[in-house]
């Protein structure tokens, strides 16, 4: 059997099997029930909504041979010759079609004729509007004056081209666009009778494209069905349409809501393969986020009319508003950037990482990155301790040409001191030799004021001689004479030199003879070089800290799978 285009094959006979359009269906019903009838009918609405569909059905219900009826038997010859288009009753017109206009007016001129088999002759004339003004004149007069046999059944895509007074002579029905979700049933059961493999997303695309038009739905679904090899797939049928494939949108704000960097640069990357249309996809993208704003606000505002409904609420119980107000912010300034961007695929991939980096709680949620292996080794990074020289950049894969410069935290906040000496608090450091000398003169060791460790920094002294500096701690201090303890696990390589060298070098930083006197001893307070380590360490914490919470560098981490060498990391104290 000759294939059968959809569009044919699937055109409703009966009022029962139209999709949509129930607003008239419902007023035809009931006049035929009623047998109430007018003589002309015409019918407005945008091509392929069902216009010369609904007039044809009703052509049935007016010549069926089981009597004027809602709902014709399909059976009798009338029934079947009038969907087979061979009724000889029916005189279909499309005005449109050049070589018909000239016959037009004949047609109309042999409208007082009794039907040949029919209880009526029904003129059925398509694009009514584009009728030559000659025929207007014939079409009018029979309108004036119509005999009881005959039906107008007029259609136009444009009844503003009417002349008023064929429009004061009929009762006018307009057909709506029809909605996504009406063309995605209607496929569906389309789809379903003719045993062929589908997906629903497909299906809203084939919608979407149509844009309310059933017949272009149909006319798709056939193109679809041939393109995808028998099988109607969101894949295959997104390539065909040239659209992006929206499911893409979804998934990638899946992978946002649950923080997987590597996910999301996973579908960054699938999403490039096709060449997008990335103004679209952003476009789309913001319409989910209104729609998930919608949902967070007003859940049964959210209708189904894109197909997603549920996918929307779950996302957007899944993201806070907030969140989503970000994304929606981000996702527009990324559409104003794509207009002077050399590369929309930058900045359509800069958009999603910035709503991946910029989540406000992307560290409360304690998931940095959908590779949870280097959770614990993030934590652990943050707790280290040990303080570490070595400076190197971020390790970004080389792959990635023009890495976005990494901003360092260049100050840390000072932590909090640990209070494990009593030199260590000093309301304000003491800043020139004079003013310190004067202060060492009047003041005993145990003066808050008297900062040893500033001193021990300042006197800039090197070598074994300096660590056994910062490994003294002040036993006695006078103006001129310093009597130290060294720390005992630090005194294997002192030597009486030492002593001198020291008391040399504070002398000359002072500006004044300074005697040094070094016992070796067990240290209870912190000495200068435990109280470098603290901070250091302490300092290398608070860097940490920043570092692991600074955006742009988790954009990195999480978009380009980057691993940080904590190695890197060096303080100066
Ligand atoms: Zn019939």
Same mark, same amino acid.
């Given at each position: 059997m000759a294939y059968q285009v959809l569009a044919r094959k699937w055109r409703p006979k009966n009022f029962s099997e139209m999709a949509g359009q129930t607003h008239v269906l419902q007023t035809l019903i009931h006049a035929l029930e009623n047998q109430r009838l007018h003589h002309a009918y015409l019918f407005t609405g945008t091509r392929g909504v069902g216009k010369t569909t609904v007039a044809r059905i009703l052509a049935r219900c007016l010549n069926c041979e089981k009597g004027i009826?809602?709902? =014709?038997?399909?059976?009798c010859d009338a029934c079947r010759e009038i969907s087979e288009g061979r009724f000889i009753d029916l005189i279909e017109v499309d005005a449109a079609s050049r070589t018909k206009v000239e016959d037009t007016r004949e047609l109309l001129e042999n409208v007082q004729y009794a039907p040949a088999r029919g209880r009526f002759k029904v003129y059925l004339i398509d694009e009514v509007h584009m009728l030559s003004s000659h025929s207007f004149n014939a079409l009018l007069k029979t309108l004036e004056e119509p005999p009881a046999h005959v039906k107008f059944l007029l259609a136009t895509t444009d009844p503003q081209k009417l002349p008023v007074t064929v429009l004061s002579r009929c009762l006018q029905f307009h057909l709506k666009n029809l909605s996504p979700a009406q063309i995605v049933a209607y496929l569906q059961s389309v789809l379903i009778a003719e045993q062929i493999e589908f997906d629903e997303e497909a299906l809203w695309q084939l919608a979407r494209a149509a844009a309310g038009s059933m017949r272009d739905a149909l006319t798709l679904l056939d193109q679809a069905i041939s393109f995808g090899a028998g099988k109607v797939e969101s894949v295959s049928v997104a390539s065909l349409l040239g659209t992006p494939d929206f499911t893409l949108i979804f998934l990638l704000i899946e992978a946002l809501a649950s923080r997987n960097g590597q996910e999301l640069v996973r579908l960054l990357g699938l999403a490039a393969e096709n060449n997008p249309d990335y103004q679209r996809l952003l476009e789309h993208m913001l319409s989910v986020f209104y729609r998930m704003t919608l949902a967070h606000v007003l859940p049964d505002a959210v209708d189904n009319s894109e197909g997603d409904r549920e996918r929307v609420l779950a996302l957007a119980a899944r993201l806070s508003p907030e969140d989503v107000q970000l994304y929606y912010q981000i996702c527009l300034q990324a559409l104003q950037e794509l207009v002077i961007s050399p590369n929309r695929k930058i900045s359509f991939d800069m958009g999603l990482l910035r709503m991946l980096a910029f989540s406000p709680d992307i560290f409360m949620s304690g998931q940095?990155?959908?590779?949870? #292996? #280097?959770k614990p080794e993030l934590i652990s990074l943050v707790e280290a301790t040990a303080s570490v020289e070595t400076p190197k950049p971020v390790e970004v894969p080389k792959s990635v040409e023009a890495p976005i410069p990494v901003e360092i935290p260049g100050s840390v906040e000072p932590p909090k001191p640990v209070e494990t000496s009593k030199f260590v608090e000093t309301p304000k450091p003491v800043e020139t030799p004079d003013a310190m000398a004067k202060i060492e003169a009047i003041? =005993?060791? %145990?003066? %808050?004021?008297?900062d040893w460790y500033s001193l021990v920094s300042k006197c800039n002294l090197t070598g074994i001689s300096g660590n056994i500096l910062w490994n003294c701690v002040p036993a006695a201090i006078t103006a001129d004479n310093y009597q130290l303890t060294l720390d005992e696990q630090q005194s294997a390589l002192f030597s009486a030199d030492h002593a001198a060298i020291i008391g040399a070098a504070l002398s000359d930083y002072l500006r004044r003879e300074i005697r040094v006197e070094i016992t070796i001893g067990q240290v209870l307070s912190e000495t200068p070089a435990t109280r470098r380590r603290r901070e250091k360490a302490e300092a290398m914490q608070a860097l940490h800290k920043r570092f692991y919470e600074d955006h742009g560098v988790m954009a990195l981490v999480a978009g380009f799978d980057a691993t940080i060498d904590q190695e890197s990391f060096t303080v100066k104290i």
């Open positions: 009826t809602a709902t =014709p038997c399909g059976q940095l990155n959908g590779d949870q #292996k #280097k003041r =005993p060791v %145990e003066s %808050e004021t008297f």
